[in-house]
């Protein structure tokens, strides 16, 4: 029995989190055997957002599917281009009328993952459907057209118990469900029942030394002063990956194994 090795890497932040992506990913490929590669992109874009150029960039540095979250239309540009991208999705509970597409379906050689995404209600905006009842709907939808029983979620959820209860809610039904959107990586990987691996947050790629990628300075006089200042992405060139790496089970549909991965390199010169 052949095991398949899935990497999902935490929300991209901006150009050092493209960059390092890049540099790192071949290297992170080859050291784990790894079959499929997720993220979430919805901050490769100057920190807010996607577009055409980023996602692209993501793609050709080695990523199979994209997940998107709450700043998805931070860049109106993608409002035209998300039709383009088979390989993003965004949140399942949107509305019918968000443009693109709401799953990633890969197949390489005999294997296959579909990948998915569900917006969290609690402390985000805006507040799409309840994603509890839109994937109880959908997901015996899904098993049925790809006839697969591996399917990733990423829960892009500000709440650690929203999170925490979607991991249960899909337990032995689902691969993983992992949650992304808070930049910083819980230390509380587990398998849930009989192999559905679960994280709180996977974390964020891209600067380390920054409010979540944001700029420190500009973080602290918001937080001092309390006016109003434009966030910009923080420039130091001191980057990380956040990611997850899943041993799954590929014909009982059951992840075997999760581990979090930490990478730090300088990134730029
Ligand atoms: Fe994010
Ligand atoms: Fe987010």
Redo the contacts with the bound molecule.
């Keep these: 029995m052949t095991n398949l090795n899935i990497l999902f890497i935490g ?1 991209i ?1 901006g150009r050092s989190g493209r960059k390092i992506l890049k540099q790192k990913l071949p290297l992170l490929k080859q050291q784990y055997l790894v079959d499929f590669v997720f993220c ?1 992109g ?2 490769s874009a100057g920190g807010l957002g996607i577009t055409a150029s980023t996602a692209g960039e993501l793609l050709s540095s080695g990523v199979d599917g994209i997940t998107l ?1 709450n ?1 998805i239309w931070s860049q109106k540009i993608w409002l035209q281009q998300a039709s383009h991208f088979r390989q993003v999705c965004r949140p399942l509970n949107a509305p019918d009328a968000w443009p693109g597409f709401d799953h990633v379906y890969i197949k390489k050689e005999n294997h296959d993952v579909l990948l998915l995404s569900l917006l969290g209600q609690a402390f985000i905006k805006p507040v799409l459907k309840n994603p509890f009842n839109v994937i109880e709907e959908m997901l015996p939808k899904f098993k049925e057209k790809y006839r697969t029983k591996n399917i990733i979620i990423d829960f892009h959820a500000e709440s650690t118990a929203e999170k925490i209860t979607m991991g249960y809610f899909l337990e032995n039904r689902v691969l993983a469900v992992l949650g ?2 808070t ?1 910083v990586q819980t230390a509380d990987e587990k398998i849930l029942g009989n192999g559905t691996a679960f994280i709180t947050d996977v974390g ?1 790629t891209g600067p380390v030394n920054g409010v979540l990628g944001m700029s420190k300075i500009i973080a602290v006089e918001r937080a001092v002063n309390l006016l109003p200042a434009m966030y910009n992405i923080e420039k130091d060139s001191y980057a990380m990956i956040n990611a997850v790496l899943m041993t799954i089970d590929p014909i009982a549909g059951q992840t075997k194994k999760i581990e979090r991965i930490q990478i730090f390199d300088h990134v730029f010169e």
Excluded: A, I, L
């Design positions: 929300d932040v979430n919805e901050n979250g700043h992304t959107h930049h964020m």
